[in-house]
C-alpha cells in the first residue's frame, strides 16, 4: 500500500504561484500513476491534474489548464503541482493520490490518498 505525504500549501495572493510536493512510500512509486485532488469547502471533490507512470503524458482538469503542470520524480518518488495565476476559485484542500493508471484516477479507483495540505488564495 502506498503512503503519500503533501507539502507546500500555504497563503498566496490572486495571481500568484505556489508549488506542491507529494512523497511516496510504502511501494515502488513508478508503478503508478499520480494525481492531485481538491476540496474546497462545501463542495465537491475535483479532479485537478495526472501524470502517467513513466511522465510522458499529462491531464488536467479544465479549471486549471493553462495554469497548473504536474511532473514526477521516480527517482526520488515525488511528484509536484506548480500551480501559477491562482485565483480564488483555488482555494481548497490539495490531496495527492495514487492509482493503477489515469483511466482508474478519474474513477476514484485510488491506491492511497495523502492528508492534504491547504491552499488559500487572497484577493
Known amino acids: 500500500q502506498a503512503q503519500l505525504v503533501e507539502s507546500g500549501g500555504g497563503l498566496v495572493q490572486a495571481g500568484g504561484s505556489l508549488r506542491l510536493s507529494c512523497v511516496a512510500s510504502?511501494?515502488?512509486?513508478?508503478?503508478?500513476?499520480m494525481g492531485w485532488f481538491r476540496q474546497a469547502a462545501g463542495k465537491e471533490r475535483e479532479f485537478v491534474a495526472a501524470?502517467?507512470?513513466?511522465?510522458?503524458?499529462?491531464y488536467y482538469g479544465d479549471s486549471v489548464k493553462g495554469r497548473f503542470t504536474i511532473s514526477r520524480d521516480n527517482a526520488k518518488n515525488t511528484v509536484a503541482l506548480q500551480m501559477n495565476s491562482l485565483k480564488s476559485e483555488d482555494t481548497a484542500v490539495y490531496y495527492c493520490?495514487?492509482?493503477?493508471?489515469?483511466?482508474?484516477?478519474?474513477?476514484?479507483?485510488?491506491?492511497?490518498w495523502g492528508q492534504g495540505t491547504p491552499v488559500t488564495v487572497s484577493s
Open positions: 510504502g511501494r515502488t512509486f513508478d508503478s503508478y500513476a
Open positions: 501524470v502517467s507512470t513513466s511522465g510522458a503524458d499529462t
Open positions: 493520490a495514487a492509482a493503477g493508471s489515469v483511466f482508474l484516477m478519474r474513477r476514484n479507483a485510488l491506491k492511497a
